[in-house]
Nanobody
Framework: VQLQASGGGLVQAGGSLRLSCSAS????????VGWFRQAPGKVREFVGL????????HFADSVKGRFTISRDNAKNTVSLQMNSLKPEDTALYFC???????????????WGQGTLVTVSS
């Protein structure tokens, strides 16, 4: 599975962005998909994940209530909708496909390249 994240950009605090993760490979629909981010000088952190079917999602506390994830297995895409963005959301965002661990963590097997999100104050 090859993943490609897109949709990053510069946005003001309080604004919204929608990131997309496009996948190639017929088995994409067999994987849970997660989003991670890495801010400058910090370790990569989990943002959220969506189950194989798309029926369940789970988010880090820092983004809960502001971010949502959806997927379209027919189009091999997963989207991360980010609302009420804060300067602390500034980071390089990555999507990954892998196995869901009890619905709250992702064991990544495949990574996409990052897309940069910058939130200005």
């Amino acid at each position: 599975v090859q993943l490609q994240a897109s949709g990053g950009g510069l946005v003001q605090a309080g604004g919204s962005l929608r990131l997309s993760c496009s996948a190639s490979g017929r088995t994409f629909s067999s994987y849970a998909v997660g989003w991670f981010r890495q801010a400058p000088g910090k370790v990569r952190e989990f943002v959220g994940l969506i189950s194989v079917t798309g029926r369940s999602t789970h988010f880090a506390d820092s983004v809960k209530g502001r971010f949502t994830i959806s997927r379209d297995n027919a189009k091999n895409t997963v989207s991360l909708q980010m609302n009420s963005l804060k300067p602390e959301d500034t980071a390089l965002y990555f999507c990954a496909a892998g196995s869901s661990l009890k619905g709250v963590r992702l064991a990544p097997e495949y990574w996409g390249q990052g897309t940069l999100v910058t939130v200005s104050s």
